[in-house]
Each structure stands twice: as C-alpha cells, then as structure tokens.
C-alpha cells in the first residue's frame, strides 16, 4: 500500500493475515502507482517527479531512484506494469511511455500526444496496451 501521508508510506504486507513485511518512506512526492515484478520480490513505484524500484537487500526494502538519462524527457509518470525479466513499462503525463531495465530508462516511445496522459497500461505478453486523455 501506499499513503498520501507527508511521507507517503509504503507498505508491504500479506494479504492473508494482515502481517506488515516492511514499512519505508516512499519521498515526499506522491505515488500514483505500484507494480511487483512477474520474476522476482521487486516492485515499482510511480509518480509526482519519481519512479523508485524497491528490493530486498539484507532482509530489507531498500529503494533506487529511476533513472531517465538520455532515454527520454523526465516527467512525472502516472502508471506502471511489470514486464518480463525485471523489467517494467510506465507511462507518462507527456504521453510517452518509459522502458526501465533496473532503475535505468532504455527506451521512452511517444505513445500519444505531448498533451496527453498516459492513463493506464496493461501488459499481455510482449504487448502493451495504453489508454489515455486523447
């Protein structure tokens, strides 16, 4: 779970009893959206100026800041899906949609216009579906 609290907490627990795995700040900007890997006990969050991947290093989540470089513009990203092989797609407020490989961008693809969001997106195999404000 994630909370708009100043913090914005992020929670890791098991459904079944409630039990919280671990409990860390996710920054002080909001998170839109979050994903957990298909291969792994990684996750992905999104939002307001961030995307962050957490993992488990010494029996702790601990998170790395994403990385656009020269991949493609930063801006704040709306939405978030695992792909295969620890990889994850998100889409941005700029219509793009960003391809991180570890907490590094690889590819941003101008999926709809530069004024118009990427709402959603869904995975199905090696496609990606993406619905937005156009």
Same mark, same amino acid.
């Given at each position: 779970s994630c909370a708009f609290d100043n913090?914005?907490?992020v929670r890791v627990f098991t459904w079944e009893n409630g039990t919280v795995l671990f409990t860390g700040k996710g920054g002080p900007d909001k998170i839109?959206?979050?994903?957990?890997?298909?291969?792994?006990?990684?996750?992905?969050?999104?939002?307001?100026?961030?995307?962050?991947?957490?993992?488990i290093e010494n029996g702790s989540y601990n998170n790395k800041r994403g990385i656009c470089g020269k991949? @493609?513009?930063?801006?704040?990203?709306?939405?978030?899906?695992?792909?295969?092989?620890?990889?994850? %797609?998100? @889409?941005?407020?700029? @219509?793009?949609?960003?391809?991180?490989?570890?907490n590094a961008c690889s590819k941003a693809i101008q999926i709809h216009p530069t004024t118009?969001? %990427?709402h959603t997106?869904?995975?199905?195999?090696? %496609?990606?579906?993406? @619905?937005g404000s156009d």
């Amino acid at each position: 779970s994630c909370a708009f609290d100043n913090d914005h907490m992020v929670r890791v627990f098991t459904w079944e009893n409630g039990t919280v795995l671990f409990t860390g700040k996710g920054g002080p900007d909001k998170i839109l959206d979050a994903a957990w890997s298909i291969d792994s006990a990684e996750f992905c969050t999104v939002g307001i100026k961030h995307v962050y991947f957490w993992s488990i290093e010494n029996g702790s989540y601990n998170n790395k800041r994403g990385i656009c470089g020269k991949a @493609g513009p930063a801006t704040n990203l709306t939405c978030v899906q695992p792909l295969a092989g620890g990889n994850f %797609v998100a @889409g941005g407020s700029n @219509g793009m949609i960003y391809v991180f490989s570890g907490n590094a961008c690889s590819k941003a693809i101008q999926i709809h216009p530069t004024t118009a969001s %990427v709402h959603t997106l869904r995975v199905s195999g090696n %496609v990606v579906i993406t @619905g937005g404000s156009d």
